[in-house]
């Protein structure tokens, strides 16, 4: 009888310490997915081929940032980490810009997080003559 119930107490163990190691590995957001238009700011155009982060714009100026997970080892009760995105905006011929994100809590975000940065507008950048 006593060597059941070490069977048993080691198999309770066992199957404790295994959920309590699965439920430690948590994803993790590093960047929501990002969708918006970019367009020009005077002639209010979509901006083809304009570089956002990775990726590029359409023919509409529509870009789309898919969004990045990753997986981390914690404790249970730990707060998730703070969420910072910087994603730049380029285009040669307009001035520069960044789509910035920041949320103190944002990296426990669940799957399938999404920003929609709506409409950016860029100004085509002054032409400085090089005197000489």
């Given at each position: 009888?006593?060597?059941?119930?070490?069977?048993?107490?080691?198999?309770?163990?066992?199957?404790?310490?295994?959920?309590?190691?699965?439920?430690?590995?948590?994803?993790?957001?590093?960047?929501?997915?990002?969708?918006?238009?970019?367009?020009?700011?005077?002639?209010?155009?979509?901006?083809?081929?304009?570089?956002?982060g990775?990726?590029?714009?359409?023919?509409?100026?529509?870009?789309?940032?898919?969004?990045?997970?990753?997986?981390?080892?914690?404790?249970?009760?730990?707060?998730?980490?703070?969420?910072?995105?910087?994603?730049?905006?380029?285009?040669?011929?307009?001035?520069?810009?960044?789509?910035?994100?920041?949320?103190?809590?944002?990296?426990?975000?669940?799957?399938?997080?999404?920003?929609?940065?709506?409409?950016?507008?860029?100004?085509?950048?002054?032409?400085i003559?090089?005197f000489?």
């Amino acid at each position: 009888m006593t060597l059941r119930f070490k069977t048993f107490c080691n198999f309770i163990l066992v199957i404790g310490i295994a959920f309590l190691f699965q439920s430690c590995w948590v994803s993790r957001c590093k960047r929501p997915k990002i969708v918006g238009y970019i367009y020009d700011s005077i002639t209010r155009k979509p901006i083809e081929n304009c570089k956002v982060g990775e990726g590029l714009t359409d023919q509409n100026g529509y870009f789309q940032l898919k969004e990045l997970r990753y997986s981390q080892f914690t404790f249970a009760g730990f707060e998730a980490p703070s969420l910072m995105v910087n994603e730049p905006v380029n285009k040669e011929g307009y001035q520069k810009k960044a789509i910035e994100l920041f949320n103190p809590f944002g990296g426990g975000i669940k799957k399938g997080a999404l920003h929609n940065a709506d409409t950016i507008f860029l100004s085509k950048s002054e032409i400085i003559p090089d005197f000489k």
